[in-house]
């Protein structure tokens, strides 16, 4: 199982972008969470096989029918708590 840190930038807080993450966890069965930064970022943990994580990606370039994501930077980490579930922190 991979861990990816994902920071979403662009219109991403206020337009329901975390629950719009939240679904697209669920429909590609990744673990992990989302939350806001206090800089108008998202960050996202995400756990999952690599190929999954791959398509969970796309999906979140994507964006939500509110939001916008103006780009998403994707850090690969060897070291983190193991989730069952996703959740909107």
């Known amino acids: 199982m991979s861990t990816w840190e994902i920071i979403a930038r662009g219109k991403v807080q206020g337009v329901g972008f975390r629950w719009f993450v939240q679904k697209s966890a669920s429909v590609h069965g990744v673990c992990g969470y989302v939350r806001n930064l206090s800089d108008g970022t998202v960050y996202i943990l995400a756990q999952a096989e690599e190929h999954v994580l791959d398509s969970f990606q796309l999906s979140l370039q994507q964006g939500s029918r509110f939001a916008s994501v ?17 959740e909107i922190k």
């Open 70 to 86: 103006a780009g998403l930077e994707v850090s690969k980490i060897d070291s983190a708590k193991e989730y069952n579930e996703f």
